[in-house]
């Protein structure tokens, strides 16, 4: 690290920074002629560095931010990946969803729930175990395994690993901001 040392031909003697901690020490006045053009530019000097510090502060804390998002969204990117490969993740996943999905919609009408073909067979078998008759499973290739689209005369809902994990990174980025501020 940088060392500085700065002096001072009137009552403040000195500022130093060893060790990255910037020092004042008084003294008496040890000069003959007090120089207030020396102190005046000395004082000059110090304000500039002040602001210079500040703004190398705040850029090292814009880069930090940054970093944090990114590696943040890496994450999720990692769990988008693990996600979407194993077989009985992406099963558990489309019952969670199709479930959380058909909670938010009248449960007394007909409904059809869109699934990845790979999906409509163990989808069957959760709606037969759950009882529910008014749903009727059909296939839709557009839809990643894993994913839903409930629809019935009234409504639709959609349930998709991605608006899941950007919702849950949106959540993260607005607590982390107001935790920033408080």
């Known amino acids: 690290m ?3 040392h700065l002096e001072f031909a009137s009552e403040l003697a000195s500022v130093s920074s060893p060790n990255g901690r910037i020092t004042v020490e008084h003294s008496p006045l040890e000069s003959s002629q007090p120089a207030k053009n020396d102190d005046a ?3 000059a000097a110090l304000d500039l560095l002040a602001t210079r510090f500040n703004e190398l502060e705040i850029q090292a804390m814009t880069r930090i931010d940054r970093f944090e998002q990114q590696l943040i969204a890496m994450a999720f990117d990692v769990a988008r990946a693990v996600l979407c490969d194993e ?3 992406i099963q558990k996943r489309v019952e969670q969803y199709v479930r959380i999905a058909l909670d938010q919609m009248r449960p007394d009408i007909p409904k ?3 699934v990845h073909p790979k999906c409509v067979a163990p989808i069957k078998r959760w709606i037969e175990q759950s009882a529910i008759s008014t749903i009727e ?3 839709d290739g ?3 395994p894993g994913d839903c689209r409930i629809e019935s005369d009234e409504t639709g809902v959609s349930a998709t690993l991605d608006a899941f994990l950007d919702a849950g990174l949106n959540r993260f980025f607005l607590n982390a901001e107001k935790q920033a501020t408080n």
């Open 142 to 144: 557009s839809i990643s």
């Open 87 to 89: 077989e009985i993740l």
């Open 112 to 114: 059809i729930v869109y």
């Open 41 to 43: 530019n000395a004082i």
């Open 137 to 139: 499973v059909k296939e």
């Open 2 to 4: 940088s060392k500085f």
